[in-house]
């Protein structure tokens, strides 16, 4: 009966976005059978948007596994879009260091990129992990105040980057062909990065179900003061989930400078840390059900983004319908919370 119940919130989750979406269409599109025709069946019509939409979907699912590891451990990461935004800066600037450019060393090169990301999001996650011991303090305040602080740094730091003053203010520039990671449905941006979200889906579900430390982490989010009295080491538990949450965070900006932007460029995280946070409290932060509500989520997105591009609406009505999903499954998930 209680799956039954998160069933239904999820789905009605997911069709407040639909029912919102379909209303703007109607009521502001210059003709609103024909785009309603296009939002249902648009990103269908060719590769490059279908690929496009399994690759917001790679990234919804990336960092919604780091969002469901720590939901399930008991805490509530707010800073995705800081910690994706972060490990894309990171990656980009490695990637464009010259003494990292050396010929025969772009596998080294990634690596050490891929290293120093996952460690960037880890390490702001681990600072909430750090002031909840130390101060008491709320994990979901302080890592989205440790976020919103970081990103105007990484702004700035982007701006005054003498790398980035030779061609634009905007971005660092663009990493080296050797570096990129090839296109697996031309045009679109897919990559193999799709193929590893979904492996990070069922891996985290299966550590989080069958193994036993991963048993105690969801029993430790679910009853604390019982895992406390049952002697499991929840402080030790809570900080390894939070820093496999941030670098998880910090892996979707690699996977989206490698593999999308081939740049860190402002704004490019928007929306992706919150995104990925709605895919995870729609389905209740259960990894395996993670993909098909980012498979969903990634096409409600890109259908409106694009009828969104055609009908030339003066507002953004992704943003609308993103804002409408998040607060449906927050409703849901902090409903569910006051009756435990």
Same mark, same amino acid.
Not at 62 to 78: D, E
């Given at each position: 009966?209680?799956?039954?119940?998160g069933?239904?919130?999820?789905?009605?989750s997911l069709?407040?976005?639909?029912?919102?979406?379909?209303?703007i269409i109607?009521?502001?599109?210059?003709k609103p059978?024909?785009?309603l025709?296009?939002?249902?069946?648009g990103?269908f019509?060719?590769p490059?948007?279908?690929?496009?939409m399994?690759?917001?979907?790679?990234?919804?699912?990336?960092?919604g596994c780091?969002?469901?590891?720590?939901?399930?451990?008991g805490?509530?990461?707010?800073?995705?879009?800081?910690?994706?935004?972060?490990?894309g800066y990171?990656?980009?600037?490695?990637?464009?260091?010259?003494?990292?450019?050396?010929?025969?060393?772009?596998?080294?090169?990634?690596?050490?990129?891929l290293?120093?990301?996952l460690?960037s999001g880890?390490?702001?996650a681990?600072?909430?992990?750090?002031l909840?011991?130390?101060?008491? &303090?709320q994990v979901?305040?302080?890592?989205?105040?440790i976020?919103?602080g970081l990103?105007?740094?990484? #702004?700035?730091?982007i701006?005054?980057s003498?790398s980035?003053?030779?061609?634009?203010?905007?971005?660092?520039p663009?990493?080296? #062909?050797?570096?990129?990671?090839?296109?697996?449905?031309?045009?679109?941006?897919?990559t193999?990065s799709?193929?590893?979200?979904?492996?990070?889906?069922?891996?985290l579900?299966?550590?989080l179900?069958?193994?036993t430390q991963?048993?105690?982490i969801?029993?430790?989010?679910?009853?604390?003061?019982?895992?406390?009295?049952?002697g499991f080491?929840?402080?030790?538990?809570?900080?390894?989930?939070?820093? &496999?949450?941030?670098?998880?965070?910090s892996?979707?900006?690699?996977?989206?400078?490698?593999?999308?932007y081939?740049?860190?460029h402002?704004?490019?995280?928007m929306?992706?840390?919150?995104?990925a946070?709605? &895919?995870?409290?729609?389905?209740?932060?259960?990894?395996?059900?993670?993909?098909p509500s980012s498979?969903?989520?990634?096409?409600?997105?890109?259908?409106a983004?694009?009828?969104?591009?055609?009908?030339?609406?003066?507002?953004?009505?992704?943003?609308?319908?993103?804002?409408?999903?998040l607060?449906?499954?927050?409703?849901?998930?902090?409903?569910k919370g006051?009756?435990?």
């Amino acid at each position: 009966m209680k799956k039954n119940i998160g069933l239904l919130k999820s789905v009605l989750s997911l069709l407040a976005g639909l029912l919102v979406c379909m209303a703007i269409i109607l009521i502001f599109a210059k003709k609103p059978l024909q785009a309603l025709s296009s939002f249902f069946t648009g990103t269908f019509t060719s590769p490059y948007y279908f690929g496009g939409m399994l690759n917001s979907a790679a990234f919804l699912m990336t960092a919604g596994c780091g969002a469901c590891l720590a939901i399930k451990s008991g805490s509530m990461n707010l800073g995705g879009e800081g910690q994706v935004y972060a490990g894309g800066y990171v990656t980009a600037l490695i990637l464009t260091t010259p003494i990292f450019l050396q010929q025969g060393f772009s596998v080294l090169t990634q690596a050490l990129a891929l290293l120093l990301c996952l460690a960037s999001g880890a390490a702001m996650a681990l600072a909430s992990a750090f002031l909840k011991r130390a101060r008491n &303090a709320q994990v979901l305040l302080t890592s989205f105040l440790i976020s919103a602080g970081l990103i105007p740094l990484i #702004d700035s730091l982007i701006t005054s980057s003498k790398s980035s003053s030779e061609q634009n203010l905007l971005s660092l520039p663009f990493i080296q #062909d050797s570096f990129k990671w090839g296109q697996i449905l031309k045009p679109s941006p897919l990559t193999f990065s799709f193929f590893i979200a979904l492996a990070l889906c069922l891996l985290l579900s299966y550590f989080l179900l069958r193994n036993t430390q991963g048993k105690r982490i969801c029993i430790m989010g679910t009853a604390p003061e019982f895992a406390k009295y049952a002697g499991f080491p929840c402080e030790r538990y809570s900080s390894i989930c939070l820093a &496999a949450s941030g670098a998880l965070h910090s892996l979707t900006g690699f996977f989206a400078v490698t593999g999308t932007y081939y740049t860190c460029h402002k704004g490019f995280y928007m929306n992706m840390g919150w995104n990925a946070l709605s &895919a995870a409290l729609i389905v209740h932060a259960e990894p395996a059900l993670l993909i098909p509500s980012s498979l969903l989520l990634a096409w409600l997105y890109s259908s409106a983004d694009r009828v969104n591009l055609t009908q030339g609406f003066a507002f953004d009505i992704s943003g609308i319908v993103q804002g409408c999903v998040l607060f449906a499954a927050a409703f849901s998930f902090i409903r569910k919370g006051e009756a435990k």
